[in-house]
């Protein structure tokens, strides 16, 4: 007997949605990686102005790149 047709899920239009999907996907991460990337260059270029103030002791990048606070 063979398996009734009607009911089996269309694969080629399931395969077609998640790339579809998948692809929408990848945009929106590129795009928050651009913006994100922004965001640091931006961080770092205050970071440096206020690094030029006078009598503003602001810590520095550790090895990692992470701005490194002191306990005193």
Known sequence: M?????EA????AIVMSLAAEAA??????????EEISAVDARL???????????????PGPDVNGAA?????
Do not use: I
Not at 2 to 6: G, V
Not at 26 to 32: C, E, F, I, K, Q
């Open 44 to 58: 770092d270029s205050v970071h440096e102005s206020l690094r030029g103030l006078p009598g503003l002791a602001l």
């Open 68 to 72: 490194s606070a002191s306990v005193d």
């Open 2 to 6: 063979l398996p009734n047709t009607d």
């Open 24 to 33: 929408s996907l990848d945009a929106h991460v590129r795009r928050l990686r």
């Open 9 to 12: 899920p269309d694969v080629r």
